[in-house]
């Protein structure tokens, strides 16, 4: 069963949410009380770029076959990776290039 009030984006604020409905009232209204202090958490998410991030890599798949070159934070090994394995296996023309990137989420203050 979902939301009773379907129009409303959420349930009331002083009751509990209805079953099937996942939100409990955030919108504080104008004649706010005491019992109605809800606390707003704000995410963010960025590229990781701290200290201690992992290393972005690029890393490619032959799409024939599946073996894999090894991940390198540069482009040059993978390519290489590729040709040489074109060159053992001369019907293998087609790779998947993949990017391994880290990112990182805050709570914004
Ligand atoms: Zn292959």
């Keep these: 069963m979902g939301c009773p009030l379907a129009a409303a984006p959420h349930c009331p604020r002083e009751t509990e949410p209805a079953p099937g409905c996942t939100q409990r009232g955030v919108e504080a209204g104008p004649v706010s009380g005491p019992k109605a202090i809800v606390r707003h958490e704000n995410w963010t998410i960025t590229p ?3 200290p201690d991030a992992e ?3 690029h890393q490619f798949e032959c799409a024939v076959c599946g073996e894999m070159s090894g991940a390198d ?7 290489t990776w590729a040709i040489q394995h074109s060159g053992r296996n001369p019907s293998h023309h087609t790779y998947r290039e993949i ?11």
């Design 48 to 50: 990781d770029r701290e």
């Design 99 to 109: 990017i391994r990137r880290p990112w990182r989420t805050f709570m914004n203050a």
């Design 73 to 79: 934070g540069d482009w040059e090994p993978p390519q």
């Design 55 to 57: 290393p972005v890599t």
